[in-house]
Structures are given as structure tokens and as C-alpha cells.
């Protein structure tokens, strides 16, 4: 026997706007019979396709230390540079470049709350050159 992962939880001090800033890095959407809304402590988001969702668990306590646990992000079109761009103009902040002189890589960022997450090259910059 085996466990699965059921959805991905995010403690944070405003659910309702944490997760709608997510929906927007992600385009996300919340579940069609349960809106989020604000004031809302828990509030859930997924994948148009019902795919992997996220749980914003609203808690009092401040974020204290680097997260243990985070999410890698991939763009789905475009490259690492310019997914990089867009995040930073939602409001992520940069914590670390780790890109390197040859063009890997990754960027680690933080959301509004200062959860870290990391921004990394697209499949296509990272497939092997042909021929």
C-alpha cells in the first residue's frame, strides 16, 4: 500500500488574497461550487483540469524561517527569463539567483508572503540541441 498526495497546503496570514495571487502565477481557478471569497480561511484552487490543488490555510503566527518545502515552477510557454519577469511584475520578490554563466539554473523567489519558490528553465530550454 501506498499514500498519494492529496493537495498541496500553505499556511499564510490572508488566504483569500495569497490564493488569488497564486491563481494568477498559476491560472488556477477555485472549485466551481466552493468560491473563494474574502475573509475566507481556507481557501482552494486547482488546475482548470481539476489537476494538483492548493490549500491556503489562513494562521496567525508570521512566517519565521526558510520553508522546508517548496514549489518548483516551470514555464509552460516562453523561457525561464521571461517567467521570471512576469512574476516579479505580479509581486514575487527575488531571494536567490542561482543561474549559472552556461544558462542553468534557477531563481529562487518569494510571494507576497515570503514563501520561497523557485522559477526554473522551460522544457524547451532544457531539451537537447538537435543534431
Known amino acids: 500500500m501506498t499514500s498519494y498526495i492529496s493537495h498541496t497546503s500553505i499556511d499564510c496570514q490572508d488566504a483569500f488574497t495569497l490564493a488569488a495571487w497564486w491563481k494568477e502565477v498559476l491560472g488556477y481557478v477555485d472549485l466551481p461550487d466552493d468560491p473563494n471569497e474574502p475573509g475566507h480561511e481556507e481557501c482552494w484552487i486547482q488546475r482548470p483540469d481539476g489537476g494538483h490543488p492548493l490549500l491556503f490555510l489562513q494562521v496567525p503566527e508570521t512566517k519565521q524561517v526558510k520553508n522546508r518545502i517548496h514549489l518548483d515552477l516551470r514555464?509552460?510557454?516562453g523561457t525561464r527569463d521571461e517567467e521570471l519577469a512576469r512574476?516579479?511584475?505580479?509581486?514575487?520578490?527575488?531571494?536567490?539567483?542561482?543561474?549559472t554563466d552556461d544558462g542553468r539554473g534557477w531563481v529562487v523567489l518569494a510571494d507576497p508572503e515570503g514563501n520561497e519558490f523557485c522559477i526554473l528553465r522551460s522544457e524547451a530550454e532544457t531539451a537537447p540541441a538537435p543534431g
Request: zero cysteines.
Open 75 to 77: 514555464p509552460g510557454a
Open 87 to 99: 512574476l516579479l511584475g505580479l509581486g514575487a520578490h527575488e531571494v536567490d539567483d542561482r543561474r
